[in-house]
Every structure is written in structure tokens, then in C-alpha cells.
């Protein structure tokens, strides 16, 4: 069974443009949670998605935003991206309430 | 919203010794999780607990479920250089409204092992 997939692994791109970073969820989970990693540090919480709908956003400025679709699988959007937006960006999806698997992330790297 | 503490942020051992980690929040949970993350790579779940008082292994790993379901520790035992890494310990919140199963990490705990 496929795991969670992320694409592009790596994404370079200048400050200023916008990124597309994309998580396919475990076949089955309804739940995908996004989370930045700056620096190898914690987890910061970005945005949760179950069943098409966002449920909780971390403290993050609008810039960052996404979507979930139809086949769960979701896509996240940073506008106007600046320096300090480099981090690695994971995606986790599960069940509700049950354990949640992570891809292996994209770095996103802004120069 | 539902903060969890992690200890300690960081720990320098040699290979061969034990190592103890945990969690503790002023919530209650359901389920404690624990990861672990590689330098660059994608955390990776170790064990999942589920009742309150639960003791689980996986190989040198063993994990247990609080009795107040406040807590969770993670134990390593005898340490090899490839346990090296970040390990975070995970809830599903149960507070009320939007943030009602949301996953949320602890900060995180450094292990760095000394051949």
C-alpha cells in the first residue's frame, strides 16, 4: 500500500512568487494535516482538512492557504513568499482521531 | 489550546545506555503518539497508545499510556548510533469546536548518541 506522497521533494523559487506544494493521502484516511519544520525544529501547525472542509488553521498569515479535494488528496499555497518561508513542509494524513503517517516532505527553499 | 511539554529538548548519550523521554499536558487524551524523525526526512510513527495505563514495545522501544492520561514516556533501550535523531510524542486534541481531533506535536526531543 502506497504511503503519503509529497511532490515536488525540493522547490526553489524566488521571493516574492507563490508555491504549490501537493500531499496524496494513505488510500482510505479523510484527514490531511499540513506542518512547516524550519531548521530541523519543531513542528509548526499550518492547516487540517477532513473531508473536503479546513478545520483548523495554525497561526499563520493568510499567504499560506490550501484546499482539499474530492479524492482527498490537498495542495497548499504560499503567496508572496518571503526568506524566512524556506522549511521543510510535511504533510500526515489519517482517520480522525487515529494515527497519522507523514510523507517525506517538500524543502522549499526561497532565494 | 491544548499545549503538550516535552523533556528533554535534548540529550547526549553513549552508545550502549538507556534513554527516557516524555510528555506531560494539564489535558486529558485519548491516544498518545510517538515519532521519530531523521535529518531531512518525513517523521515516522514508532507507537501508538490508546488506553490509559498501556505499555507497548516495539523492539527497544516501549512506550506507555499514563495512568491519568496526562502523560506518556518513551524509553530507548541500549542505544545504537542509528537512534539518533528528533523524537516528538503526538495527541488528538479533544477540546471542543474546530479543534476537535487535531493533531498536535510536543517540541520535540534531540538525541544525539556517542559511538
Known amino acids: 500500500e502506497a504511503g503519503v506522497t509529497q511532490s515536488p521533494t525540493h522547490l526553489i523559487k524566488t521571493r516574492g512568487q507563490q508555491a504549490t506544494l501537493r500531499c496524496s493521502p494513505i488510500?482510505?484516511?479523510?484527514?490531511v494535516y499540513w506542518y512547516q519544520q524550519a531548521l530541523g525544529l519543531g513542528l509548526q501547525f499550518l492547516l487540517w482538512?477532513?473531508?473536503?472542509?479546513?478545520?483548523n488553521r495554525g497561526n499563520f498569515p493568510p499567504r499560506f492557504s490550501g484546499r482539499q479535494f474530492p479524492n482527498y488528496s490537498s495542495e497548499l499555497n504560499v503567496n508572496a513568499l518571503e526568506l524566512e518561508d524556506s522549511a521543510l513542509y510535511l504533510c500526515?494524513?489519517?482517520?480522525?482521531?487515529?494515527?497519522?503517517?507523514f510523507g517525506q516532505g517538500t524543502r522549499l527553499t526561497v532565494v | 489550546g491544548q499545549q503538550l511539554n516535552q523533556s528533554p529538548q535534548s540529550m547526549f548519550i553513549q552508545e550502549g545506555e538507556d534513554v527516557s523521554m516524555n510528555c506531560t499536558s494539564s489535558?486529558?487524551?485519548?491516544?498518545w503518539l510517538w515519532y521519530k524523525q531523521d535529518p531531512g526526512e518525513g517523521p515516522v510513527l514508532l507507537i501508538a497508545l490508546y488506553k490509559a495505563g498501556e505499555l507497548t514495545s516495539n523492539g527497544r522501544l516501549t512506550a506507555q499510556f499514563g495512568i491519568t492520561r496526562k502523560d506518556s514516556f518513551l524509553n530507548i533501550s541500549a542505544s545504537i548510533p542509528s537512534d539518533v535523531g528528533i523524537y516528538f510524542c503526538a495527541v488528538h486534541s479533544n477540546a471542543g469546536g474546530t479543534s476537535y481531533g487535531k493533531l498536535t506535536f510536543g517540541q520535540g526531543t534531540i538525541l544525539t548518541v556517542h559511538p
Open positions: 488510500s482510505g484516511h479523510t484527514s
Open positions: 482538512y477532513d473531508e473536503g472542509e479546513e478545520r
Open positions: 500526515a494524513s489519517s482517520f480522525v482521531n487515529t494515527e497519522a503517517f
Open positions: 489535558s486529558i487524551f485519548n491516544t
